[in-house]
């Protein structure tokens, strides 16, 4: 539906659809991806503003050169590509799940469409999924999984697919179902919209032999020339354009891998990976992933995938060996996260000394999954599966762990060996330094089994595990957990995100996502990750299973902030350690991969900034392309009543406003129109009032904030005090409460240097630095705005007095009024022609307007040889005394009292109209009510002692009766009562005057003082900001007026107004005077930009160190607390190697000793 509007809408503008609109309307753009139509077809009802979108499409082809460096600021290009780049991300990178078998589900088909409804039914977007994550029980048939999927989802390119051990949780919760016949069925979709980012599912073989090895390499290459050939060309390095072998660019810096692939494979395929890694790009390309798993340990498991390439891939059972990778180069930064939940019990600890693949000790394997021999800390040698059952013995329980028996075949296992060990298995060191110093990858033993040579003697056992170890270089030391560790730990997986993005966006505490869950929520997109299927199996066990898998459901619902996420159940888990720089396999951990909502891309500076952000721009709709570029290119002269109808459609958020508002070359100017955008979106819709009136507060915040971080020598050169933002600031202090940039010092200083000493505001902050430096130049000038205010001042005085005079001692005198005419008719003109800042209202021009209009009479009837209307004459003596208090606002002690004064008055003015709704409410009522009945007045007569009553309440004027005895019942209340029409009336009359006297000198003359004493304490508090906003005001109006003073300059003010009425004829913004020309001097533009950009630079400042003094937050005390188990389990660590080197050193003492004495 949203296609085919945008395609008509351009027909309905007079342009003819594009190839892409076309191509859009059949499903899919040129480009092949969706393009995003969102809220446009709520704008095309409206021909004339989507003709005035389109036609706003400006080139960005010369941005650089012509534009940017007037309109942004040079210094903060990658700032502004930033902020655009992310107001697409927010709203256009997502991810979403769905999970769960529906009950009345009988096929896969029907499954499937059911989840991707659920998943469309929460988009935000027409975009498809740039990756499909599919994880389902081992009981679905392979092939028609993906089949159905891609059914689903026909522009997704790459869909991988994995088996979870008895199901898959989700944010929704762990989910499987059992059908009549005993089958379990569970299947989960897990979609990535990532519009910006490229990615790339391949199936591989597993690379155990050479061959393998190499068509594993290759096939990556290909897979990763597919990846850049969908990736942005930003992110593309010209020089490797048509190499057949990758090479390092910035997609390559970003990229990052999915892995799925089937036990027993893992190390190869990782060691393989890392290779190619550091061949093709010299870095290691971080790996996450899970292996295959079942229901029943029975080797059912599968890994498949619809590739890059078109082609399927499917692995396990009689499909044969083989891995599933995903190349992931997200246009969002991806933060890979790894842990276990377990505690080392450091004294348990030994050397690996053999190992192998099987229980034959072979000389030449150094690496295996077989561990035969381990050294402990004394020296000796010892069986590891004699030792390990040992330690769990004696540390863990005792009888936990199944006694050695003899293997069945190379690939037994011990389900009791399995279960047991989950709760005490295996640690290998990853790193003594670095961010996971002292972390360990985790090592399930599977099986303690005696040789068979040595079944009978039962010396030694060897131990088997689902990961490797090397010979001589292993040191495993034995871990153990609590069932609930295996809840309550995922904290720290937690606190490993944390971690990731504060370093990744600088490390500063005032960014960081610890501050609230808000915080984190708002950089999370969503998360894939593997939770082992052996800790899944601990937990979910037993009576409580269920309520234990809610809790791990609520539990990772809390580590991701509420993010949607896809925890599959693996037989084992892939992930990255960074101070090794290394990827590893283990088990019984916990790896996740985190799509944030940061950019993972900044700006290249070896590029065109234009054809950088013109990547992103056309991402756009044609609707929001067009406001977007005709933002760009004008910067704070663009179309604001525009802009706001995009931000009200959606189309853009007040955060890019926010975001790009440090970069404009004029942020004043930009910011104060953005705040009256939001102003007037308040009042136009009053159910987002609050909304907007916060986000027109932070615009009007930055201009007070941005003046008051500015040294006055960076103002003068930043040129942000022109006439033109002065003007601009004061009409805004009036339109839109923005007195706080008014009110601030620098304005003030710089509008008291305008009023005592020159007009020109350059020349005023010039004097001010000169008057900084100790120094004095002299140069001031005669005629100032004070002077000339001062002047007009008197010159009206003298006018009030004139006609004072000759309306008591000459008022037949038609020369006289004539001159009186004159001079109110300078008034006039004089207040027409001064420019709009607010110090003149509409109020004020029709005072003046009947004051010329009453002088006009009274000169044409005493002309005529008339009488002087008194009336006029009172009034306009009325109007002059009002003028004349005007006038005195700007002093500095009746100024503050002028204000309360005229604001209070104000407020009488809303009270009278209230009032008068109150009093013609009763006029009418009283009226139907003694319609043609005559009343008498019997207030001071004595009838009974409701009278006495009556007057000592209120008093007498309430008393009335009617004339004449009505003895008829035409009374409703007759009727209803059995009284006579008179006594009716009466009683009826009597209950409208008690309203009338409780609604109107009671209520409303409290609610007046109300209204009174509320305006009071409000103007306390705000009337110093209200008379510097004044005080501005009337500095702006006074510098531009004539030398002479009224009525000498009626003819210069004739030729001002008629001035400004052809300016406004020929500007569209008559209000606001046009942006003053800008030196073209190459250098002055430089020092200019420069000095805004170290005001803002400033301000930043003030912003962080404002952010310092917020309150600690819950969620800090909780990291706090994680840090602090962290701490202390390194603490316990460190403690028992120094025991354990202290027991050390007292027995080779002794050694020591003893051998001293034997010699």
């Not at 740039?130 to 092939?143: D, G, H, K, R």
């Not at 090895?213 to 990736?231: I, V």
């Not at 104060?672 to 907007?692: D, I, V």
């Not at 202290?1142 to 027995?1147: C, F, I, L, M, Y």
Request: glycine residues 6%; hydrophobic residues 40%; negative net charge.
């Amino acid at each position: 539906c949203g296609s085919s509007i945008a395609v008509s809408c351009r027909v309905a503008a007079g342009e003819a659809p594009s190839k892409g609109s076309v191509a859009m309307s059949q499903g899919m753009g040129s480009n092949g991806r969706f393009t995003r139509i969102n809220s446009f077809g709520a704008l095309s009802r409206s021909s004339t503003l989507l003709e005035k979108m389109l036609a706003g499409q400006e080139d960005l082809e010369d941005f650089d050169n012509n534009t940017f460096e007037t309109v942004w600021l040079r210094t903060r290009k990658a700032s502004l590509f930033r902020a655009f780049l992310n107001e697409f991300i927010k709203k256009n990178v997502f991810v979403a799940t769905a999970n769960g078998w529906p009950a009345d589900a009988t096929r896969v088909e029907e499954a499937v469409r059911s989840l991707a409804l659920e998943i469309r039914s929460g988009s935000h977007t027409k975009n498809p999924p740039s990756w499909i994550f599919v994880a389902c029980s081992e009981t679905l048939e392979p092939q028609e999984v993906l089949d159905e999927v891609a059914k689903q989802y026909p522009y997704t390119k790459c869909i991988h697919c994995i088996t979870s051990c008895q199901g898959v949780t989700t944010d929704t919760g762990f989910k499987t179902r059992v059908d009549s016949t005993g089958v379990k069925r569970a299947i989960s979709l897990l979609a990535v919209f990532d519009p910006l980012g490229a990615y790339a599912t391949i199936g591989l073989p597993s690379p155990d032999t050479p061959a393998n090895w190499t068509q594993f390499e290759q096939a990556m290459d290909k897979a990763y020339l597919k990846l850049r050939e969908a990736a942005l060309e930003i992110m593309r390095d010209p020089a490797n354009d048509g190499k057949t072998v990758p090479g390092p660019e910035p997609l390559a810096e970003h990229l990052c891998i999915w892995l799925t692939g089937l036990p027993g494979n893992e190390e190869k395929s990782l060691e393989c990976l890392y290779e190619w890694g550091h061949q093709r790009f010299n870095r290691t390309i971080p790996v996450i992933g899970g292996t295959g798993a079942d229901a029943t340990i029975g080797g059912k498991w599968r890994a498949y995938c619809r590739a890059v390439d078109g082609n399927d891939y499917i692995f396990g059972q009689e499909h044969g060996q083989g891995v599933v990778v995903t190349l992931v180069a997200a246009s969002v930064k991806v933060f890979p996260c790894f842990m276990h939940p377990f505690t080392p019990i450091t004294e348990c600890t030994a050397k690996v000394v053999s190992c192998g693949s099987t229980e034959e000790k072979d000389p030449s394997e150094t690496t295996g999954r077989v561990i035969h021999t381990l050294r402990v800390t004394d020296g000796n040698e010892v069986g590891a599966g004699t030792l390990y059952h040992k330690w769990c013995e004696d540390m863990i329980q005792k009888k936990l762990m199944p006694t050695p028996t003899v293997a069945e075949g190379p690939g037994a296992f011990s389900p009791a060996v399995l279960a047991a060990s989950t709760a005490c298995p295996l640690g290998v060191a990853v790193a003594r330094d670095g961010d996971d110093a002292y972390d360990y990858r985790m090592m399930h033993p599977s099986g303690i089994y005696w040789y068979k040579d040595q079944e009978q003697k039962q010396e030694s056992a060897y131990l088997k595990n689902f990961a490797s170890v090397e010979t001589g270089k292993t040191d495993v030391v034995l871990f153990k957990a609590r069932r609930g560790d295996l809840l309550h730990r995922l904290s720290k997986l937690k606190e490993q995100l944390v971690i990731q993005i504060d370093q990744a966006s600088g490390g500063s505490s005032l960014e960081s996502v610890a501050l609230s869950p808000d915080a984190l929520r708002a950089r999370v997109s969503g998360v894939l990750m593997v939770y082992c299927a052996g800790c899944m199996m601990a937990i979910s066990s037993g009576k409580d299973g269920a309520e234990q898998m809610r809790r791990l459901t609520v539990t990772l619902s809390n580590c991701f902030a509420g993010r949607p996420f896809m925890a599959y159940h693996p037989f084992g888990e892939q992930g990255f350690f960074p101070s090794k720089q290394v990827n590893g396999h283990s088990n019984l951990m916990f790896s996740a991969l985190v799509f944030s909502k940061d950019p993972a891309f900044e700006v290249d500076e070896t590029r065109s900034f234009a054809e950088i952000l013109s990547q992103v721009i056309t991402m756009y709709d044609d609707a929001e392309q067009a406001v977007l570029r005709l933002l760009l290119v004008k910067g704070e002269n663009a179309d604001f009543s525009l802009l706001s109808h995009i931000t009200r459609a959606g189309m853009i958020t007040p955060e890019l406003l926010k975001s790009i508002t440090p970069c404009a070359g004029r942020p004043i100017p930009f910011a104060l129109s953005s705040a009256q955008m939001f102003h007037l979106m308040a009042r136009k819709f009053p159910l987002k009032a609050r909304e907007y009136n916060a986000v027109s507060k932070w615009f009007k915040d930055f201009c007070e904030d941005f003046i008051n971080a500015a040294p006055l020598q960076l103002l003068a050169q930043s040129n942000c005090l022109e006439y033109s933002t002065l003007q601009l600031a004061v009409l805004m202090a009036v339109k839109i409460d923005s007195k706080g940039l008014v009110a601030s010092n620098h304005f003030q200083e710089v509008m008291e240097k305008v009023w005592s000493a020159t007009p020109d505001s350059d020349e005023a902050i010039q004097l001010l630095l000169t008057d900084a430096g100790g120094s004095n130049s002299g140069k001031q000038v005669l005629l100032t705005p004070m002077v000339r205010h001062y002047s007009n001042l008197a010159s009206y005085v003298v006018l009030v007095a004139l006609q004072f005079w000759t309306s008591h001692n000459n008022p037949s005198s038609a020369i006289l009024w004539n001159l009186i005419l004159l001079w109110s008719m300078s008034n006039l003109f004089q207040t027409l022609a001064s420019p709009t800042t607010g110090y003149y209202s509409w109020v004020t021009m029709l005072d003046d307007v009947v004051l010329v209009f009453s002088h006009a009479v009274i000169f044409e009837r005493v002309l005529m040889g008339g009488e002087v209307p008194r009336d006029l004459d009172a009034l306009t003596m009325i109007i002059h005394f009002g003028n004349l208090m005007k006038g005195l606002i700007v002093h500095p002690k009746m100024g503050p009292l002028i204000i309360m004064v005229l604001t209070m008055m104000g407020d009488i003015t809303q009270f009278l109209t209230l009032m008068v709704f109150f009093v013609t409410c009763f006029y009418c009522s009283l009226n139907a009510l003694f319609r043609g009945i005559p009343g008498v007045y019997v207030g001071e007569k004595w009838q009974s002692p409701t009278t006495l009553l009556v007057n000592a309440i209120w008093g007498p004027q309430v008393l009335w009766v009617t004339e004449h005895e009505d003895t008829g019942r035409t009374l409703f209340l007759s009727e209803v009562f059995g009284l006579n029409d008179s006594s009716a009336i009466d009683t009826m009359g009597a209950i409208i005057v008690a309203l009338t006297v409780f609604c109107i000198p009671i209520m409303l003359l409290n609610l007046l003082i109300a209204i009174m004493a509320s305006t009071y304490a409000e103007l306390s508090a705000d009337v110093d900001a209200e008379y510097k906003r004044s005080f501005a005001s009337c500095v702006l109006v006074a510098r531009q007026l004539v030398s002479l003073p009224m009525p000498f300059s009626l003819p210069q003010d004739m030729a001002r107004t008629a001035g400004k009425v052809a300016t406004f004829v020929r500007s569209r913004k008559a209000q606001i005077e046009g942006p003053l020309e800008r030196s073209s001097d190459p250098d002055a533009k430089l020092k200019e930009q420069l000095a805004i950009g170290q005001i803002v630079s400033n301000w930043e400042a003030q912003c962080s160190i404002e952010k310092f003094k917020g309150m600690v937050t819950i969620e800090q005390v909780e990291r706090m607390r994680t840090q602090g188990d962290g701490l202390q389990d390194r603490i316990q660590v460190l403690y028992s190697a120094l025991l354990n080197l202290t027991e050390r050193q007292d027995k080779m003492e002794n050694n020591l000793s003893q051998a001293i004495r034997g010699v």
